[in-house]
């Protein structure tokens, strides 16, 4: 879960999966904050009408208002472990495998070692952090 899930997971284009999308965006309030008129009608207009999306002018329209939703709903902590995380992590292994860890290379896919770094990062006062 180090990256966003868009980046990871195509964009579903089955209905039920967008009615999915669209309650849990709903019950975390972003649904309404995160897009325009213009944006729901077009998914709530997809979903009553078509039970999987064939078209791609319309897959790539549902496609940029669902990336845009699952973008917002990422928590703080997954978003910085993909921006922030990474970075520090491969910066420590190189460091560690410059002093002679062998077994420092693995620490790059570690993802409770990223997950560490991040949250530490986060807690850092700002005018100790890079």
Same mark, same amino acid.
């Given at each position: 879960?180090t990256?966003?899930?868009?980046t990871?997971?195509r ?7 967008l #009615?999915k999308i669209?309650?849990?965006?709903? !019950?975390?309030? *972003?649904w309404f904050k /995160?897009? =325009?008129r213009a944006?729901?009608?077009q998914?709530?207009? #997809?979903?009553r009408?078509?039970?999987?999306? !064939?078209?791609? *002018?319309?897959?790539k /329209?549902? =496609? ?6 699952l973008d917002?709903m ?6 910085l ?10 910066k420590l292994?190189?460091?560690a495998?410059n002093?002679?860890n062998?077994?420092a290379?693995?620490?790059a896919t ?5 997950q560490?770094?991040t ?12």
């Amino acid at each position: 879960m180090t990256e966003s899930l868009f980046t990871q997971t195509r964009v579903p284009l089955e209905k039920y999966r967008l #009615t999915k999308i669209k309650t849990k965006a709903m !019950r975390r309030g *972003i649904w309404f904050k /995160v897009l =325009t008129r213009a944006e729901r009608a077009q998914m709530d207009l #997809t979903m009553r009408i078509v039970r999987r999306i !064939r078209s791609s *002018i319309l897959a790539k /329209v549902v =496609t940029s208002i669902v990336k845009k939703l699952l973008d917002a709903m990422e928590s703080k902590v997954a978003r910085l472990m993909r921006e922030v995380g990474h970075a520090l992590v491969r910066k420590l292994s190189r460091i560690a495998q410059n002093w002679g860890n062998k077994s420092a290379h693995q620490w790059a896919t570690d993802p409770g070692f990223i997950q560490y770094l991040t949250i530490n990062y986060i807690n850092t006062p700002t005018s100790f952090q890079m």
